[in-house]
């Protein structure tokens, strides 16, 4: 579950505080009611649209890497890892301030790819290098004999919890960047400036898989037909949002 870490007032994106009321658990854990609630009908949407298994030859010399954007609390990475354990699932987040909350909801979950990466949206240029990285990193974690039939191998580090943002440069060579199978983004669009959306999409576009294979999945709240919202509640919602900040807006469309 997202939370409204960008702020406009600065060129980088820094926490301004939670849209979201995270109830606290055990250790580091932190729960999110509406990633609670949503979790199973994203999963359910997204299962109509994933390859499960290997189609062909080529795709079972490496198992298939997910990347979760904005990851918040953790609870979906977790949700998806335990119902998908042939993808390897990166968490991340613009922040580490919840990173200790990802790691406690990924124990005993091997397939979630530690550290969450620090990944912040709008820098276009920038994460899909740290993605690419990721799913290399990934990758070579995988036994080959076992790839996408099994949870890959659990990250053994005491660092977890404080994150990477190791980002090398793949602008020699700009196809090594295309390195995820899926991109999933859950209700971070709408409370974060316009720049980290166009930066997730332009990343997308360079991060995903060529020829038509990479997904990318954006959970939130939508406008139709010319700006009209489905619901009265995003209506009250977008008017709120938009009081808090002009650069938050619910109308994608």
């Not at 290997?54 to 990475?77: K, V, Y």
């Not at 070579?140 to 996408?148: D, G, K, L, S, T």
């Not at 295309?178 to 991060?207: E, Y």
């Not at 009209?228 to 650069?247: V, Y």
Request: aromatic letters at 6%; one cysteine or more; hydrophobic letters at 45%.
């Amino acid at each position: 579950m997202a939370t409204s870490r960008y702020s406009s007032a600065a060129e980088n994106c820094i926490f301004k505080g939670s849209m979201d009321r995270y109830a606290s658990l055990e250790g580091q854990k932190r729960e999110s009611p509406a990633a609670e609630r949503n979790k199973q009908p994203i999963l359910e949407v997204m299962l109509e649209y994933l390859p499960r298994g290997a189609p062909d030859t080529a795709a079972r010399s490496r198992r298939p890497f997910l990347l979760e954007i904005a990851s918040g609390s953790g609870q979906h990475a977790a949700h998806l890892a335990a119902a998908l354990p042939e993808y390897d699932i990166q968490p991340s987040d613009v922040t580490s301030e919840l990173f200790g909350s990802i790691v406690a909801y990924a124990a005993g979950l091997p397939n979630v790819r530690l550290p969450p990466l620090l990944l912040n949206a709008a820098a276009a240029d920038e994460w899909p290098q740290a993605a690419a990285a990721a799913a290399a990193a990934a990758a070579a974690a995988a036994a080959p004999e076992a790839a996408i039939v099994g949870p890959a191998p659990a990250a053994d580090s005491d660092a977890a919890a404080a994150g990477s943002s190791f980002t090398p440069s793949c602008s020699s060579s700009p196809s090594s960047c295309t390195a995820v199978d899926v991109i999933l983004v859950i209700n971070m669009c709408h409370i974060s400036p316009v720049a980290a959306t166009r930066g997730l999409l332009r990343g997308a576009g360079t991060a995903l898989r060529s020829g038509g294979s990479g997904l990318l999945f954006v959970y939130g709240p939508f406008t139709v037909q010319g700006g009209r919202h489905t619901s009265d509640s995003n209506a009250a919602f977008d008017t709120s949002l938009r009081s808090r900040n002009p650069e938050w807006v619910t109308g994608m469309s």
